[in-house]
C-alpha cells in the first residue's frame, strides 16, 4: 500500500479522488502529513471511510500535538456529520482549559451540524454552567449563531443569576434570537438604575435587534415609552442615542421626544433634559423627518428654531440646524441664514443652506458684501454660495477677496469657493496673493489651494515657488495643489520631496538649480532641504545661487506629494517608477502611498513595478533595525507587502505571468496567499496548474492551501466520496 510522505502526493490524492489514500495518510509519522490529510478529509462528500477515519482520529486523546484532533473536529463540522454532536458537546463542556483546548473547534462544527439535538445539548450545557454560577461564553455564542426559539426561556432565566457582571453577554444573546418575547426584560435592563452604563447600552443594543413589527412589546404598566424614558435621558450619549431611535418607533414616544424639547427650552439646566439628549432628538428628527410629521408643523418648527438661537451648547445647535432643514424644509432658510453669525457652527449651516431646494442666493451676496456684518456670517455666506455652485458669484467674492479690509476668515472662504467654483478669471487675483509675502499666511496657503483646483497652466510657477515658501501652512497647500497639474513639471518637484524626505537630517544650504532642470531623483541633498523646484523666481528674477533654501517638513510634505502624484495621472508615472528604486528608504505609510499611486495605474510599466517590488526577497531581520532616527521603525517590508497584494487585486488573465511570480521561494509569504487566491478567480486551467505545482513544493499547508486544492477538484469534478 502506498504510503504519503510528503504534501505533494496529498496533493495528487485529492486530484486523483483517492479517499482510501488520504484515509492511511491521516496515520502518517509526519506531523505536517497528518493535519493536512486531515484537512482535506473535510473537503469529502461523507464517504463513510473519511467519516470513520475522522472519528478515530478524535479518539486519538494519547495524541502528542492538538492540530489532528482539532482539524478532525472542524472537518466533521464541515460535514454536518450528526453522529459527532455527543462528542462535540463534551469537548465543548470541558472549556478552554482542557488538554488541547477543543472548546473553539466544537462550537463551531456544532453549529454549521444545527438542528434540534445541537440546541437541546447547548441548552443543557447552558443550564449546567448556570446551576455551577459560570458562564460559558462559547456556549452563548453557539446559541446566537444558530439563533433558536426554543433558547430564550432558559437565557431570561439565567440572565438575572449573572447580574450584573455578565448580564450583558446573555442580552447580546437575546438580541441575536430576536424574539420579541425577550422584549419585556431587556426594557427594564434598560430602564434599572442598577444597570451600568454597559448593560443598558447592550439591553438597547438587543431591544433594537428585535423585529421592528412587534414593537412596541405588549405590556400593560409600564409602556415601553416609560421605561425608556430614563435611558433617553442616561448620561452615556450612545445610550440616549439607542433610546431617542426606539421610542421613535411609536407616536406616544414620538410625543416624549418632542417633550424632552420643550422642557429644555424651558428649563434648560434641569437634568431631565441634559443637552446630548436633546441632540439625539434633533439629530433623529434630521435623520428621519417624515416620520415626525404632522399636520400642523409650525410649533414644531418654532421648537427647532427656538433650540438653533437659544441653547447654550454647540451641539444642540448645530444638531437643531440639521432637524429644521429636514423637517421645515423650505421654511428654514430664514432661521438658518441668521443662523451662519454663530461661529461654533457656521460651517454646518452653510452647507445646510447651499442645499435648500431654492437656495437664498440674492441675501447670501447681501451678507458677503456687507462690511459691517459678523465676520462669521460673511464667511458662511461665501461657504454656502459654494456650496450652491453658481459661478453667478464669483464676481462678488473676487471682491471680497481682493479686500484687504475684509477680515482674514472672509476672503480665505472667498478664496474657497472660488476654488471650488473653478473660476478661471480668478486665479490671476489667487496668484497675486499667493505670491504676496505680506499677505496672512492662511489667506496665501488657501489661495494656493484654490489654484490648484482651478489648475491653470500659467499660474504653475507660482505654486511651484509657494512649495519652497518658509511658510509651513502655505508650503504644504502648495504641495497638494501641484497635484492639480498634469504636467511632468509638478510631477518632477513632487518626486524630489519624497526623494528627500528619506535622507539624514543637515542644516546645510542647498543651491538652487536653474529654470527648467529634471530632479534628479537619487538621494543627493541633505535632509531637511526643500528641492529645488526647477524654476526661476517669479516676475523673471533668477535664484540667487547662494541663498539658502528654506526647510521643509519631510514626512508631511512626502505624504502630501505621493497623493498629489497620484492625482496627476500619467505624466507622473515615470516619476513613480523612479521613486520605487529607493523604496526601501522610505518609512512604512510613504512605501505604502507609492504603492498605492503605482496600483492607481493600469499601465504595463507599473505592473512591472509593482511584480518587482513584490517579488524582492525580505533583508535579515538583523538588517531591518536601525538607530532612532537613521530610517525604518518598524521590521516590515511595507512595500514588498503592500505591493503584493496590489498586484493580487487585478485577478483577470493578463496578469496571469506577474501572480506566478509571486509564487516563488523568495515571495513574501503573505504575497502568495492573495496570489492564489487571484489565480483560482482567473479560474484557467493555467491558472490552476500554476497553483497546484505551486502546493506541491510546500512542506506545511495552512487552511488556504488546502481550499486551494478542494476549490481545484472540484472545478475539475473530482469528488472524495460517493
Known sequence: MEQASSLADLVRMRMDGDVTGLCRATRSEVLDVRLSATRLLGGSTGSPEAVETLFACLRQRDEPY?????????????????????????LLAEGPYAPGQLDRPAGDALVAIGGPEVVRGLLGLLDRRTNDGTLSFRVLGALARLRPPEAVTPLLASLWLYLPEHAGHVARTLGAIGDPRAASALLVLAHSPASDTHLRRAALT???????????????????????????????????????????????????????????????EQPESPPH??????????????????????????????????????????????????????????????ALGDAHISDTVADLVGRLADPPVRELLELLADTDGKAPQRRGAARALECIGQTEAAPALLTVLADDTAPTAVRTAAADA????????????????????????????????????????????????????????????????????????????????VTYSTEPHSTEPRRAESHGTAPDLAPTEPHGTPPDLGRAEPHGTPPDPGRA???????????????????IGAPALPILIALADSVDDLSEDLADRLVAALAARPDAEATAVLVRLAATPAPPRAARHVAPGAGRLAPSCPAQEAASLALTERGTPEYLTPLTSLLGPDAWFGAQEAAVHALLEIGTDEAH?????????????????????NAIAEARGVRLGP
Open 549 to 567: 533654501e528654506p526647510r521643509s517638513s519631510d514626512p508631511d510634505l512626502a505624504r502630501t506629494a505621493l497623493q498629489a502624484l497620484r492625482r
Open 418 to 497: 472660488l476654488g471650488a467654483l473653478r473660476h478661471a478669471d480668478a486665479a490671476a487675483t489667487l496668484a497675486a496673493l499667493a505670491e504676496d509675502e505680506g499677505q496672512p499666511g492662511t489667506l496665501r496657503a488657501r489661495a494656493v489651494r484654490a489654484l490648484g483646483l482651478i489648475g491653470a497652466p500659467d499660474t504653475l510657477p507660482i505654486v511651484l515657488a509657494c512649495a519652497r515658501s518658509p511658510h509651513e501652512a502655505v508650503r504644504a497647500r502648495a504641495v497638494a495643489a501641484l497635484g492639480g497639474f498634469p504636467v511632468t513639471e509638478a510631477a518632477q518637484a513632487l518626486g524630489e520631496f
Open 206 to 268: 438587543a431591544l433594537h435587534a428585535l423585529p421592528a413589527a412587534t414593537w412596541p412589546p405588549a405590556r400593560r404598566y409600564q409602556s415601553a415609552e416609560e421605561l425608556l424614558f430614563a435611558a433617553q435621558r442616561d448620561p452615556d450619549p450612545e445610550t440616549a442615542r439607542l433610546a431617542t431611535a426606539l421610542l421613535a418607533r411609536t407616536e406616544d414616544g414620538r410625543n416624549d421626544l418632542w417633550d424632552v424639547l420643550h422642557m429644555a427650552s424651558h428649563t434648560p
Open 689 to 709: 496548474e500554476h497553483v497546484l505545482a505551486y502546493c506541491r513544493r510546500m512542506t506545511h499547508f495552512y487552511d488556504w492551501h488546502v481550499e486551494a486544492v
Open 277 to 338: 439628549a436633546v441632540a439625539a432628538v434633533c439629530a433623529h428628527v434630521a435623520e428621519e423627518p417624515d416620520l415626525f410629521a404632522v399636520p400642523d408643523p409650525g410649533e414644531y418648527h418654532s421648537l427647532l428654531r427656538h433650540h438653533l438661537r437659544e441653547s447654550a451648547a454647540p451641539t444642540v445647535r448645530r444638531a437643531a440646524a440639521r432637524a429644521l432643514f429636514a423637517y421645515a424644509g423650505a421654511e428654514a432658510g430664514g432661521a438658518l441664514l441668521e
Open 66 to 90: 492538538p492540530g489532528p484532533r482539532s482539524q478532525a473536529v472542524r472537518a466533521l463540522g464541515r460535514l454536518r456529520e450528526r453522529r459527532a454532536v455527543p462528542t462535540l458537546l463534551e
